[in-house]
């Protein structure tokens, strides 16, 4: 009896509704969901489409925090639901909204467009100046090689730090957090040799000076990717790389 | 029915950031914070670039400069003002070993020896101003 004091039996979900083919602006529907304490926001999310009301949009996939696509807005905060318990917003009424920053399709889910398009502006995979052939075997590394990307390669594109970002919100011509996380990805790994490259679209205004450091980029990815750091780094090497062709003009290509 | 919906294509939603964004969360609060405190580095950095200039104006531009910098209205501005600044140097240093990753070899060098670093500089420099303004 004494521990149904404590826990609650239900928990009322606030979910963020826009249904453009009968309402111009959203609004918010309450759902009284039952409470259980193993229970992430995205179970409380997948009982309401089956129980309680089946038109609910929102991405899912993975319900382990590796697909990256349920990244939403619980009361205000962006977190995965499926790696957030119901428990740690207690005792509610829980606010669902979608992503920040990205214009809503429908209910919780945004069009993601333009952050597919910036993953390809950066250039987000392995670059080579000449691809050896098959038969000399693998690009080999040490696992020191192996550290310098690594952290960043964790990254799972779940867009949590657009979200957060208010340069992007402001702005969404911002490259953004991950997609210049990923770029380093890609630089700081030994087989790369596409740095330059990404140096041209990145030094621009809307890439990683665009940037102001506010931080929560970091506080908010679910990966530890430190997108912040990420983009502070990429402005120390591009300063130094200018200084660099100041001093000695005739090194760079 | 939505008389502006037309089927199979979007009609998106999309949030306006209100104005005062920066008050909904500590973390945006004091990022602002930091951001506005530089406005008082750039006074102080001209106070220093202005008093230098005075200096070739011969004596009576610098005692006048002097003695209106003694002013204890000035005075305590400049207490604030350097309260303001430690504010935006520490703030500031502490982001330094984000930026700077520093390989000795095969190892890393640990952030917390970049912030010490970082911190030793800023120490040195000190005194040598110290040294040079008090003691000479
Ligand atoms: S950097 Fe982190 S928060 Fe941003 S998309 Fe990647 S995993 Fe998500």
Redesign the interface.
């Known amino acids: 009896m004494s521990e149904t004091l404590t826990v609650p039996e239900t928990v009322i979900l606030e979910v963020f509704r826009y249904r453009p083919e009968v309402e111009s602006e959203p609004t918010f529907d309450s759902f009284e969901v039952p409470f259980h304490p193993e229970w992430m926001i995205l179970d409380a999310l997948n009982y309401i489409k089956d129980d309680l009301d089946g038109s609910l949009s929102y991405r899912w996939a993975c319900r382990m925090g590796v697909c990256g696509s349920c990244g939403m807005l619980a009361n205000g905060q962006p977190v995965l639901t499926c790696a957030t318990y119901l428990e740690s917003l207690l005792p509610g009424p829980i606010r669902i909204e979608p992503l920040e920053g990205f214009p809503v399709i429908r209910d919780l889910v945004g069009d993601i467009g333009d952050f597919m398009n910036k993953l390809s502006d950066v250039k987000a995979w392995l670059i080579r100046d000449e691809e050896k052939p098959v038969e000399d075997g693998e690009y080999l590394q040490t696992p020191s090689q192996l550290d310098d990307y690594k952290q960043y390669s964790m990254c799972i594109n779940c867009m949590l730090c657009y979200s957060a970002c208010p340069v992007y919100r402001l702005e969404p011509e911002f490259i953004g957090p991950a997609a210049i996380a990923l770029a380093q990805r890609y630089n700081l790994d030994s087989r790369d040799e596409g740095a330059e490259e990404r140096m041209d679209v990145l030094s621009q205004h809307d890439g990683i000076w665009g940037c102001t450091l506010v931080g929560e980029c970091t506080e908010v990815c679910p990966k530890g990717v430190d997108p912040a750091g990420a983009i502070q780094r990429y402005k120390v090497s591009a300063t130094m790389d200018y200084f660099k062709s100041l001093l000695m003009p005739r090194s760079s290509s | 029915?939505?008389p502006?919906?037309r089927?199979y294509y979007?009609?998106?939603?999309?949030?306006r950031?209100p104005i005062f964004?920066?008050l909904?969360?500590r973390?945006?609060a004091v990022?602002i914070a930091r951001?506005l405190t530089s406005v008082f580095v750039v006074y102080a950095a001209a106070v220093v670039v202005a008093l230098v200039l005075t200096l070739n104006k011969g004596e009576p531009a610098w005692e006048a400069a002097m003695s209106r910098l003694s002013h204890p209205l000035v005075i305590t501005a400049h207490v604030l003002v350097l309260f303001v600044i430690l504010f935006h140097t520490i703030t500031w240093l502490n982001?330094a070993p984000?930026?700077?990753?520093v390989?000795l070899g095969?190892r890393?060098v640990p952030p917390t020896a970049v912030l010490i670093g970082h911190y030793g500089a800023w120490f040195a420099c000190s005194v040598v101003v110290a040294w040079l303004l008090l003691w000479r």
Do not use: C, Q
């Not at chain 2, 979007?10 to 949030?15: E, V």
């Open positions: 029915m939505n502006g919906y089927l979007p009609r998106w939603y999309r949030k950031v964004w920066w909904h969360k973390s945006y990022f951001e982001l984000m930026a700077i990753v390989k095969d890393k």
